[in-house]
């Protein structure tokens, strides 16, 4: 069964960074693409990051340019680096990652919090 585990989440101060990791046990394959999503309270769930297989990246307008996706495709883990953090970034990160059977998994989350 595959499991997403993610760290790295805690409490920054506005303009400081932080890095997300997302570790994918439970599987042989790689996955077709690896996705970062988050939300707050009382808002929808967003997109903030995707990395497919082929290495192509894309981000929601809000982060570009702060924000880093990366992936160890030996180990099959997905990174978030987030830089020049904001109070409105504040949210529960989660991990999420499709296989090529179009079958999709999340994570747990993992809470940021960034003090203004």
């Known amino acids: 069964q595959v499991q997403l585990v993610e760290s790295g989440g805690g409490l920054v101060q506005a303009g400081g960074s932080l890095r997300l990791s997302c570790a994918a046990s439970g599987s042989t394959f790689s996955f077709r693409v690896m996705r970062w999503y988050r939300q707050a309270p009382g808002q929808q769930r967003e997109l903030v990051a995707a990395?497919?297989?082929?290495?192509?990246?894309n981000y929601a307008d809000s982060v570009k340019g702060r924000f880093t996706i990366s992936r160890d495709y030996a180990k099959n883990t997905v990174y978030l680096q987030m830089n020049s953090l904001k109070p409105e970034d504040t949210s529960v990160y989660y991990c999420n990652a499709g296989d090529y059977y179009y079958r999709e998994y999340w994570g747990q989350g993992t809470q940021v919090t960034v003090s203004s």
């Open positions: 990395v497919t297989s082929g290495g192509s990246t």
